[in-house]
């Protein structure tokens, strides 16, 4: 049975950072692409980042590029995403998401299979 269990959110200011981490376990971490999404209240859940199997390709929405950077530890079975800059509009429910065996990272969520519980971003003006 596959899990993953994020962590890391919080309230901050703007411009502050986080670091969220998603855990995973239940099948082979480093056989699966990794991603991470967000929901703010009323909204969609929308894409964040994405990245491959080895870590070496990743993807990001064009309101994070140059801020967030998701990164992966698969000796540890983890997956991360760093969020620098943060500003309020970041606020959101964050979730990590696993794709499909030896797939590229995706950008839809449709891609992904297995989801987390979420993490809350709160970035106060």
């Known amino acids: 049975q596959v899990q993953l269990v994020e962590s890391g959110g919080g309230l901050v200011q703007v411009g502050d950072s986080l670091r969220l981490s998603c855990a995973a376990s239940?099948?082979?971490?480093?056989?699966?692409?990794m991603g991470w999404f967000r929901q703010a209240p009323g909204k969609e859940r929308v894409f964040v980042a994405a990245?491959?199997?080895?870590?070496?390709?990743?993807s990001y929405a064009d309101s994070v590029k140059g801020r967030f950077t998701i990164s992966r530890d698969n000796a540890k079975n983890t997956v991360y995403l760093q969020m620098n800059s943060l500003k309020p509009e970041d606020t959101a429910a964050y979730y990590c998401?696993?794709?499909?065996?030896?797939?590229?990272?995706?950008?839809?969520?449709?891609?992904?299979?297995?989801w987390g519980q979420g993490t809350q971003v709160t970035v106060s003006s």
């Open positions: 998401a696993q794709g499909r065996l030896g797939s590229l990272p995706a950008q839809r969520s449709r891609e992904y299979d297995y």
């Open positions: 239940g099948r082979t971490f480093s056989a699966y692409p």
């Open positions: 990245i491959s199997l080895s870590g070496s390709l990743t």
